[in-house]
C-alpha cells in the first residue's frame, strides 16, 4: 500500500507541532513539516507568503494532504501590524491553496473562533462569521476562498 503524503504548513507552532506527532506515528503517513525556520526532522524551511519558494517544497513532496495551521495568531499585534497579518492569515493561505488545488491535494485549512464576534452562546458549522478585529478578518477571508475549493475542509 503507497503511503499518503502530507504536508503541514505551520509545523513549528503549538497545533502543528501536535499535528506532526500524531501523524508521523500513522505509518499510512509519509509526515512533512513546513515552518518559517525549517526546524525538525522532515521540516522545509519557508514563509507561506512566498509562492515560488513554496511551490517547490509542493513540487518536492507532491502533497495528497495539506493542512495549514500556519497563521499570525496574536489578535493585538494584526491590529497592530495589518500588512503582516494579511501576508500570513490570508495570502499564505492562499497560496497554499492555490498549489494544493494545482497538486490535486486534499485542503485542511485551520481557521479560528475570532470568526465570530462572541455574542452568541452557540455557534454552528452554518453560522455567518462576524469577525470584530483584523485577525478575525483575516481568516474569514481565508475561510471564503478555501470554501471555494471542493477539496477542502475548514476547522474552526
Known sequence: MLKKRILICGA?????????NVFSKNKVFDTYGL?????????????????????EVFRKINPDIVINSAAYTNADLCEKNK???????????????ELSKKYNSHF???SSYYVFDGTKRFYSEDSEPTPINYYGITKAMSEI????????????
Open 35 to 55: 515552518s518559517r525556520n525549517g526546524i525538525g526532522m522532515g521540516h522545509f524551511q519557508c514563509d507561506i507568503s512566498n509562492f515560488n519558494k513554496l511551490k
Open 83 to 97: 500588512e503582516l497579518a494579511y501576508k500570513i492569515n490570508y495570502l499564505g493561505n492562499k497560496n497554499v491553496l
Open 145 to 156: 476562498i478555501t470554501g471555494m475549493y471542493e477539496k477542502s475542509l475548514i476547522i474552526r
Open 12 to 20: 513549528s507552532g503549538q497545533l502543528g507541532l501536535a499535528l506532526m
Open 108 to 110: 485542511v485549512f485551520i
